[in-house]
Structures are given as structure tokens and as C-alpha cells.
């Protein structure tokens, strides 16, 4: 079963036009796997690739999913490695970490055309 938080979530609604449209799926039980395409609309300043916020976004609606439902994020570290070009799909991982009762950490991973692009570490509050 696909994980969304609701239809017009911007990273995983499938009816949000304007959003990432993240489809995502538990891979292992606890990690999830997913993708998004690389739309016009999600360029940045060079007009070829992904815009680096378009990039955080995406790792972070990825471990907010891992992290399960209710999850917000209350910190997010990126690091940019490479450009995920428009039309082209970013494949996602990300894996749930350490837990509490009102939180959870997760590390995600985003590939383009075979190769790592992004990759981040993020903390959430669970409800």
C-alpha cells in the first residue's frame, strides 16, 4: 500500500499539481522507497535541474513517511552533492533511526540517473 500523508500533501499528494507527487512504499518493513519526476515547475536558478529546496523537500516528505504518521520535521540537514536534471525521476530512500515517545530521527538519500545527488538526516516530532 502507497504511504501519502493526504492528497493535497505537497510531497506526497497525487493531487496536488504544483507539489512532488512523491509515490512511496515501505521497502523492508521500516525503510521507505520512492520516487518523483523532475517537473518544469521544480527547476532552480541554472533552468536544467532541480532546484536545491525542491531536493530538501523531497528528502524530508520521504523520512516523515519512514517516521510514520503524524511525523513534522524539527530539524533537516542536507548535504547537495549533485543536480537531478528536469525530466528525470528522483528516486528516493529513507530509513527511520532512533525513537522516543514524541520523536524520531531518520536518514534519507535522493539518486538521479544512477547516482546520489543528495542525501540528508532529519528529526521529527511524532504525534
Do not use: W, Y
Not at 493531487?15 to 512532488?20: D, I
Not at 518493513?29 to 532552480?44: I, L
Request: net charge negative; aromatic share 4%; glycine share 10%.
Amino acid at each position: 500500500m502507497a504511504l501519502v500523508h493526504h492528497d493535497l500533501c505537497f510531497g506526497c499528494g497525487q493531487t496536488n499539481v504544483f507539489g512532488l507527487m512523491v509515490e512511496a512504499d515501505r521497502s523492508d518493513g521500516e525503510s521507505v522507497a520512492g520516487r518523483c519526476f523532475v517537473k518544469q515547475d521544480h527547476q532552480g536558478p541554472d533552468r536544467a535541474s532541480a532546484h536545491d529546496g525542491v531536493l530538501a523537500a523531497a528528502l524530508c516528505e520521504a523520512m516523515a513517511l519512514a517516521c510514520g504518521p503524524g511525523a513534522r520535521a524539527e530539524s533537516l540537514e542536507v548535504e547537495l552533492i549533485g543536480a537531478a536534471p528536469v525530466g528525470t525521476f528522483l528516486e528516493l530512500t529513507a530509513t527511520p533511526g532512533p525513537r522516543s515517545s514524541d520523536h524520531a530521527e531518520a536518514i534519507a538519500s535522493a539518486a538521479s540517473e544512477d547516482r546520489v545527488v543528495a542525501t540528508a538526516r532529519g528529526r521529527f516530532r511524532i504525534a
